[in-house]
């Protein structure tokens, strides 16, 4: 089956640092990913869309420079926490599809990162 | 904007019982609707979606559009069934692809 990766599983980082998390779709190709932050004991939140070869879109209120999102080949997408502080500390998702299976297939999420900014 | 709600945040039967884990929906559109599940230490994985009106791991799912739900349900639940399980919703058009997910239930089967 499908199987989505994340590294690092978990990250802890002083504030100020950025911190970059990967997200790869290990047997499929991804056209399209996405990026979910997770608080805890809370739902699954959509932070962005991320797009091979193109710009991401971010939903509202997610800011685009905080969270820098880069889909550069269809296996791999990037996401990077910009001068991060502790409330930026959470479970950041991602999910991806399979892009020849169509656009109506199922997504498959990562394990997930556990993101501590200190 | 759309919205899942599940109303249950946690959830406890014992073995054998019936189980319904409850989700209303707004939508404006027709959307599609989605069941994932998160066993203990493990990612989230697509457990039953509307379309495809299956039957997985004993679990059904029926989309409601007049009452705007989507409840899933199990005659007879196992212990195997504790997880944390999400409802989620696809809108159509160009937003397609976005899920927003429900808050989640927490699913504990008692021996």
């Known amino acids: 089956g499908a199987v989505v990766s994340q590294h690092p599983s978990r990250v802890i980082c002083k504030s100020g640092t950025s911190v970059k998390i990967e997200c790869r779709s290990l047997?499929?190709?991804?056209?399209?990913m996405f990026w979910y932050r997770q608080f805890p004991k809370q739902s699954l939140m959509l932070m962005a869309t991320s797009n091979e070869g193109s710009k991401a879109t971010y939903e509202q209120g997610v800011e685009k420079d905080k969270f820098l999102i880069n889909h550069a080949s269809l296996t791999l997408s990037t996401l990077t926490v910009t001068s991060a502080h502790p409330e930026d500390s959470s479970f950041y998702i991602c999910?991806?599809?399979?892009?020849?299976?169509?656009?109506?297939?199922?997504?498959?999420f990562g394990p997930g990162t556990r993101l501590t900014v200190l | 904007a759309q919205r899942v709600t599940q109303p249950e945040k946690l959830l406890s039967v014992f073995k054998g019982a019936p189980v319904e884990l409850k989700c209303n929906y707004s939508y404006s559109g027709s959307p599609e609707l989605f069941w994932y599940v998160q066993y203990s230490r493990q990612r989230l994985q697509l457990l039953l979606r509307h379309i495809s009106r299956e039957s997985i791991k004993g679990f059904t799912a029926d989309l409601n559009k007049g009452e705007t739900s989507f409840h899933l349900k199990k005659p007879f639940a196992q212990e195997e069934d504790s997880a944390m399980y999400y409802c989620a919703l696809q809108p159509g058009g160009t937003s397609y692809g976005k899920l927003t997910f429900g808050q989640g239930t927490i699913l504990t089967v008692h021996p």
């Open positions: 047997d499929f190709q991804a056209t399209t």
């Open positions: 999910s991806a599809r399979d892009s020849l299976r169509g656009p109506y297939n199922e997504q498959f």
